[in-house]
């Protein structure tokens, strides 16, 4: 709901008053590269892996150099798992999986610099049903009909609770940060439609006729949540709302990122 | 010298011989005078004149005089030029007794020159009566200045005795007090909009005077004697950082699609920043814009923009007047730190029915207002409706075809003159926004005011004002989204009692005091929701708060060149149950929650807010001031958008939100030109501000936690020049003003801990407002603005998390948006003027050359080339023509 507040403000003004829009360029100052940490332990094989980079110059190209050489690991009460890295700064545990309740630590030393970031594995929360509802918001850029899925589950009362969603449409990723909490709806059954924005006009990102939609459900943590819900309101750096700052990271130390410890469930869809 | 002669004449002349030669002279002049007298008969002063000559220039009034008397009068060119008028009624009475009489209140004296009476201009005769009055006591003249076309009070009208250098002007409600010598005087009497009247009075008893002046919008034949220009500055009251506009003064000023909007016309001046183009908000030295008290016939009004800011509140059409006091307000003010913009209402015409209305681009107007009893009771009522909506059904998207965005305001008053000592005065204001997407989303918003007030008149020196006054301002969204439709309302209410009182204690002391009450009730928000989304309806706390205040403060004019105003505002905001109140550890989580019953005092804050304020007249047309003031706010905006949006949350004090205080030192120089037609100051000042409120780093703004727990508190300091430089006469009026200044806030927790800029930080700001009346048809305006952007945060580094761009950001509010600049063109075409009908042609053209001026910057991925990067401009207007059509009958 409070990301439907934000575009739909965001729609009235831009239907109402015809602005203009144009590329400029400004002179932004640029700083000393920072270390950039994604850390991700899933209740799945396969799903522990870090992700170690640096922070750009605006003008430098989106690509990700990855941080090799870094020592990687996560524990937990009572053992260290080393990863190993997989080149491009990325490191993996293949058999790593996360158990629920278990706190676990991730320390990352690299250039002589550690970081070190605590998370819980939350409760799984069963994704009931996927479906598809027209959007009433307006169409895609080319007048095709929008799209948006919602998801259904069945808030637990005891506890207090945070989702995240991704979806990829024909395995393509979406970038928009799709999040749900329990503020308002605790212990009910939820229906939330995942309205992602298009900003670039990509084609490749609208849900089209014979497209394969899934959804990835997490129950995560709450400061996972809390880092996600300010990396999205500081997204891209608009300067017409509050000053923008980087994210409240789980990660000590002073690197960016964040440490996720959370459960995956996926379901697909073919768009009619 | 004995001698035993006989009384003889030769021995007359003898002894006459020996007497010293003065002597001499002064028997011989005797001596002539007495066989002139013989001979003559009489002086061409003892001439005894019937006439009757009422109000002429004193040229035609001597000239009338010698057709009468039959005595010649010689005079140089200042009196023959002297635009004084006099009056007399004289039956069969001496000529000098008449010139006497109609010449007591001017500097003009006369003497006998052979057989024709000479008059002269003469500086030292007002002096001289003075001094001659100084033992005959001291009197109060008192009464209310009005406009005898429509009745309506006069605000701020000067009245200066012309012979003892003693002036005041009236005050909200247009009465006025003045305290002379007894004797004869004369009251030169002025007013924006108003030709400027003499009234003689006579004065051995406290009297009662009401002034009634003449509309005159051309205005301008100054009478010689008041020489400064209707409106001009006080340079002798020490109040800074005020501005005073009566609407008549801004209304040929060039606005976007043509609506005269107050609040933009304020922005123009210095000190007295926009918060940016859609944005009904405004900065005022520094301060954020719920800093800013706006009060419309003392009520005060939260939401003072339509349509997402793009237009105020307030309808030229219903104000009279407006005053806007930087900081320094009277102790009558309170509870905003950064300003006071007090709004008042017209009236209504108490003489006759007039409509007047106006039809533009996007919206219609209509004011009617008559007598309901001709000089006692009037009403006024006027009303807009916007019809932008109307393009939108030309839309090709289907959403922007069904939406509905329109406001509308209705102003009505109603005023009852009971007596000679009390009057009353029923106001409201009614106003709404809607905004409508098709049939999935709304927002509608409105300020709903209503005042009601009496006057009354203890005395000649005692005026009091009573006000009980109703506020309230809600909001209300409406969602529906698939099957599920939300609901969301949130109010904020007031119920006001004010008590002001004015005693004119004598010539040299004005003391005002009173008392003022609110309770405030808030109403955070309600949540109700249908459908399937599972979310719960509810209901969020109220707030409730008691607000009171008592003041009292003196202007004291300790000798002709010094006056001080001193006073005190002590304001206890109580916080009141029901509800529950938290202890936060420093990360905002809730610690312990403490429950309070209804009406049990949660917390009082009491602050004592010292006032001061000096002025010294260095000569007539200079004089230097300095002043400190202190403000406590005790109702925070809380918003993290910068441009107004309706759902921004007022919040209450509460124990964790402190008081908001402000501490000021501002000094000033003020000069007139040119024989007052220009009028210069110069105004600085200092302000510190405490408990500052912001924010959290990430915060979640649509949260039914405690907004505590999202928020954190810190400091800030604003420093600055302002010039302005003002012609108010003559074709060409108009005004420049420049502001040079720093604002910057240190909260604990954001950027880390060090002084960062606040986004309304502007370093220089230009506004040129030119208006040139080039006939009685057509009159031209411009404006131009310059200004440096404002402070922002721009990214100095990106990174990637999960395959999307996100910014890195270093330090808060370091960068700039590029610097806006803009220039507005308007003409005014008379189209008729009789007395019976008048209409007007106004044209505007807004950004007359198209600057592309940033309404936001944001950052993007590349749409042609993902691998990059871009900064992008978002540009509101360029080029926005307007035409409207005005009439008045």
């Known amino acids: ?272 | 010298m004995k001698n035993n002669y006989p009384a003889c004449s030769p021995m007359l002349i003898a002894q006459f011989m020996y007497f010293p030669a003065a002597l001499r002279t002064a028997l011989c002049a005797l001596l002539l005078l007495t066989v002139s007298f013989q001979v003559k008969a009489q002086s061409p002063l003892d001439k005894p004149v019937t006439i009757s000559i009422h109000n002429q220039p004193l040229k035609q009034a001597l000239d009338q005089l010698t057709a009468a008397s039959g005595v010649r009068f010689t005079y140089n060119e200042t009196v023959a030029k002297s635009k004084i008028t006099i009056s007399v009624n004289a039956q069969n009475q001496p000529l000098g007794e008449v010139l006497k009489k109609a010449l007591a209140p001017y500097p003009f004296s006369y003497t006998v020159l052979d057989q024709d009476i000479m008059i002269k201009y003469d500086t030292e005769k007002p002096k001289k009566q003075a001094a001659a009055l100084a033992g005959g006591g001291k009197y109060t003249i008192s009464g209310t200045v009005k406009s005898k076309q429509t009745g309506e009070t006069v605000i701020g009208a000067t009245i200066r005795a012309t012979d003892v250098n003693q002036g005041t002007s009236s005050n909200e409600y247009g009465f006025y007090s003045l305290t002379l010598p007894a004797g004869d005087h004369q009251l030169a009497v002025s007013a924006v909009g108003q030709k400027s009247t003499l009234v003689p009075i006579s004065l051995n008893s406290n009297q009662q005077l009401a002034i009634a002046m003449d509309n005159n919008e051309q205005s301008i034949q100054e009478v010689t004697i008041t020489a400064k220009a209707p409106g001009t500055r006080d340079l002798a009251n020490p109040q800074m950082g005020v501005e005073h506009l009566s609407i008549q003064e801004t209304k040929n000023i060039p606005v976007l699609l043509g609506e005269r909007d107050i609040i933009k016309t304020i922005q123009l001046l210095p000190g007295i920043k926009t918060a940016g183009e859609g944005s009904g908000g405004f900065y005022v030295r520094g301060g954020a814009a719920d800093q800013n008290l706006i009060l419309l016939d003392e009520a005060p009004v939260y939401n003072a923009s339509h349509m997402l800011g793009f237009f105020s509140t307030f309808n030229s059409d219903a104000i009279k007047n407006i005053s806007i006091y930087k900081g320094d307000m009277p102790a009558q003010y309170g509870g905003r730190l950064s300003s006071v913009l007090d709004i008042k209402m017209n009236d209504g015409n108490n003489q006759k029915f007039g409509v007047s209305g106006g039809v533009g681009l996007i919206a219609a107007r209509i004011n009617v207002e008559g007598p309901i009893q001709k000089n006692k009771s009037s009403f006024l009522i006027s009303a807009r409706r916007t019809y932008a909506d109307a393009f939108l059904a030309f839309s090709k998207d289907t959403i922007a075809k069904k939406s509905q965005l329109y406001f509308y305001d209705i102003n009505a008053k109603a005023n009852y003159i009971l007596g000679d000592k009390d009057r009353l005065y029923i106001s409201g204001y009614f106003g709404k926004d809607v905004l409508k997407a098709s049939d999935i989303a709304g927002i509608n918003w409105g300020n709903t005011t209503a005042t009601l007030r009496w006057n009354h008149i203890f005395n000649s020196q005692l005026f009091s004002n009573t006000s009980l006054i109703y506020s309230n301002y809600d909001y209300k969204i409406n969602i529906k989204q698939d099957v599920n439709e939300f609901n969301i309302y949130s109010q904020i209410r007031d119920l006001n009692f004010k008590e002001d009182l004015q005693y004119y204690a004598g010539d040299k002391n004005t003391i005002s005091f009173g008392v003022n009450a609110i309770y405030h009730t808030i109403k955070p928000g309600e949540i109700s929701s249908t459908g399937n989304s599972g979310i719960l309806s509810q209901n969020l706390q109220n707030r409730y708060a008691l607000e009171n205040a008592a003041y009292a403060t003196n202007t004291w004019k300790a000798t002709d060149r010094f006056s001080l105003t001193y006073g005190l505002r002590v304001s206890a905001f109580t916080i009141l149950g029901e509800g529950d109140y938290y202890n936060l550890d420093a990360d905002g989580n809730i610690i312990s929650t403490q429950h309070y019953t209804s009406g049990q005092a949660v917390k009082t804050y009491v602050n004592p807010e010292p006032r001061i304020a000096a002025a010294y007249s260095l000569n007539d047309f200079s004089s230097v001031k300095a002043s400190y003031a202190r403000n406590a706010q005790n109702l925070h905006l809380i918003s993290n958008s910068n441009s107004g949006s309706p759902t921004d949350k007022w919040a209450a004090s509460t124990n964790l939100i402190k008081p908001e205080l402000a501490d000021q030192v501002s000094v000033g120089y003020y000069r007139d030109l040119k024989d007052h037609q220009y009028e210069f100051t110069v105004e600085t000042y200092y302000k510190k501000m405490q408990n500052q409120v912001d924010y959290r780093n990430g915060a979640n703004v649509f949260t039914n936690q405690p907004i505590e727990t999202q928020l954190l508190y810190g400091i800030g300091r604003a420093y600055g020049a302002e010039f302005l430089l003002k012609k108010k006469t003559g074709r060409l009026t108009g005004w420049i003003s420049y502001t040079l200044s720093k604002t910057e806030r240190k909260i604990d927790g954001i950027n880390n801990n060090q002084w960062y800029n606040a986004r309304q930080d502007r370093t220089h700001d230009i506004a040129i407002v030119a208006m040139y009346k080039a006939s009685e048809k057509w009159t031209f305006s411009a404006n131009f603005i310059y200004y440096t952007g404002d402070a922002v945060t721009y990214p100095s580094g990106k990174y990637q998390v999960d395959g999307a761009t996100y910014y890195y950001y270093t330090n808060r509010n370091a960068d700039r948006i590029p610097a806006y600049n803009r220039l507005d063109l308007g003409a005014t075409r008379q189209l008729k003027k009789s007395a019976k009908f008048e209409s007007d042609l106004t044209f505007s053209l807004y950004n007359a050359y198209g600057s592309h001026n940033a309404y936001r910057i944001y950052f993007r991925d590349n749409k042609n080339d993902p691998s990059r990067t871009e900064a992008v401009r978002t540009t509101l207007f360029t080029f926005v023509p307007s035409i409207s059509y005005n009439f008045k009958f």
């Open chain 1, 1 to 272: 709901m409070r990301t439907t507040i934000k575009y739909l403000m965001i729609a009235l003004l831009v239907t109402t008053f015809s602005s203009c829009e144009k590329a400029i360029n400004l002179k932004l100052s640029d700083t000393t590269p920072q270390y950039v940490i994604e850390g991700v332990l899933t209740n799945q094989a396969g799903g522990c892996k870090v992700t170690l980079s640096q922070t750009k110059n605006f003008t430098d190209n989106n690509d990700v150099i990855g941080i090799d050489g870094a020592q990687v690991s996560i524990s937990d009460d009572n053992n260290v798992y080393p990863l190993t890295p997989a080149g491009s700064g990325v490191y993996q545990n293949t058999t790593l999986t996360g158990a629920y309740a278990h706190i676990y630590k991730l320390t990352v030393i690299v250039a002589g610099k550690t970081f070190t970031s605590t998370c819980a594995m939350q409760a799984q929360v069963a994704l009931d049903s996927i479906y598809l509802v027209k959007s009433s918001f307006g169409n895609n850029a080319d007048g095709t009909v929008r799209k948006y899925v919602t998801v259904k589950y069945h808030d637990p009362i005891a506890t207090k609770n945070y989702y995240r969603f991704v979806q990829y449409v024909n395995d393509r990723k979406e970038e928009s940060i799709l999040l749900d909490d329990d503020e308002f709806t605790n212990g009910q059954e939820v229906n939330t439609q995942l309205n992602f924005s298009n900003n670039n006009d990509n084609p490749a990102r609208d849900i089209r006729p014979g497209n394969k939609v899934t959804i990835e459900m997490q129950c995560i943590d709450p400061a996972v949540y809390k880092y996600f819900f300010s990396l999205n309101s500081s997204a891209n750096g608009d300067g017409n709302n509050a000053a923008p700052s980087n994210p409240v990271s789980n990660v000590q130390g002073g690197a960016l990122g964040y440490f996720s410890v959370h459960t995956v469930q996926r379901k697909t869809l073919t768009a009619p």
